[in-house]
């Protein structure tokens, strides 16, 4: 079928060779990117009138093959590691040609104009160009939207350029395999390609912000979700994916700010993104109802599979990936809070998904347990939600996001630890994870059971009751909650074998120890005398 384009601006284009055809889709809107993704017969529609599609090779992050080019910005100021892999300059131009090459040879192409940063104040104007429609559709769903008026002065600040089905020679471009994702910050662009996983668009402009803000505008910038109160009180939720940041921050009874990215100012707390980016692996409508209801015509859901001979999605199959997920714009939540910004934080909550089964489902932290526990950043990677993770796996991942931390993590932990002490923030740890063994043996905790905790924890019921030292960890244990067995909150009472606990909970700690020691020579001595004892 023919597809109406919307004629592109001529202001504003991308500096670059590429000459933009008639087959430029600018601007366009979800109910055509849909029927766009139709027509080439890349997705299916599932019952609830939401795009199905499949990512191809790729269903999760590729960390391993995310490369920043290190240039006389970036030199000194990132820091380099694993996650921040530097790669020569003359390889973003050879990168960039060969994407450009290839764009100017494709039938048709797909350019939106969106931002990110709720905070006026702050906001980042980015263009994306995408090779495949659906892709355009996720940044639709999961950036900002301009208005028509906004649109008609629009200048991009950043690039992003996201062609999937280009494989390129690593040799000549100077990465590890076929598929890159590349940041430049000389050039304000970020050039994935090789890859059809929408998160790498998300997550490139997450990196970007967590270089931006906390450098240049004196702003901490969290992997958290947050909401917030009837009477205006903020919580804040840091976790890795996979931990219960989007389904635990989808609260009924509070607006929901965000459910993955945010910054910390002088006054506020605010999104960066427009949309939520949700796991749908187990998804039902009892546990989650907003997430299951947010899966309608608009929603972008990808490698999830039917129930044969039915456009039902099987939210239990796994066999394409654990990592199965939906995007949709916020406001496809009905108690969204929009703008997306909220007062100063009164409760964090770090979320860790324990799979050795050792940490209490909730605990009360001091400010030096807080410090300690943020710098650590413990939890299991989840089944899917990287390359190569086909179950959990315990990992430290310093601030709960080392991953998309171009910066050293003192610097947000410094930032972090002088706004807990200036608010008197009120900061939990909550297992998500394993109790009454480690995984394979134990039970995950119950969701409704830490929606209860964080409830009560919320609403002061935590306040005035006996709290227990834990034996290895210190951090305060309440030995009742509203709405929970008594017996789950101590994590060693859910043990069959008590001496098992004991040794897996000492093993456990010994891993936070040997972790730490590359931060000890900066820290405390407040936050070290917070580490487990062994």
Partial sequence: MSVPTIPFPTQNLLKSVLKFSENVHYQTCPGDLILDTLRIGEGVLSDTGALVIQTGEFTGRSPKDKFIIKDDITETTVNWNEFNIPVDEKYYHVVYKKMIEYLEKLPELWIRDCYACADPRYRLNIRVINEKPWSNLFAYNMFLRPTEAELESFKPEWNVISCPDLKLNAEECGIRQHNVSLVSFKHKTILIAGSGYTGEMKKGIFTILNYILPQEKNVLSMHCSANMGENGDTAIFFGLSGTGKTTLSADPNRMLIGDDEHAWTADNIFNFEGGCYAKCIHLTEEKEPEIFQAIRHGALVE??????????????????????????????????????????????????????????????????????????????????TETGITEPKPTFSACFGAPFLPLHPGKYAMMLGQKMQEHKVNVWLINTGWTGGSYG??????????????????????????????????????????????KLLNPRNTWTDTNAYDERAKCLGGLFIKNFEKYAAEISEEVLAAAPKI
Wanted: glycine share 8%; aromatic share 10%; proline share 8%.
């Fill in 303 to 384: 490698n999830t599979k039917f129930f044969p001979g039915t456009n039902k999605i099987n939210f239990d199959d796994g066999s394409v990936t654990e990592n199965t997920r939906v995007s949709y714009p916020i406001n496809f939540i009905s108690n969204a809070q929009e703008p997306s910004i909220g007062g100063l934080p009164k409760n964090i909550f770090f979320l860790t998904c324990d799979a050795c089964g050792v940490l209490p489902p909730i605990s009360k932290l001091s400010p030096g347990q807080a410090m300690y526990q943020f710098i650590s950043g413990y939890t299991a990677k989840v089944a899917g």
């Fill in 441 to 486: 043996i134990g039970k995950r905790i119950k969701l409704s059971h830490t929606r209860a905790m964080i409830t009560a924890a919320l609403e002061g019921k935590l306040d005035n009751v006996t709290y227990e030292d834990h034996e290895v960890f210190g951090v305060a244990v309440p030995t009742s909650c509203p709405n929970v067995p008594t």
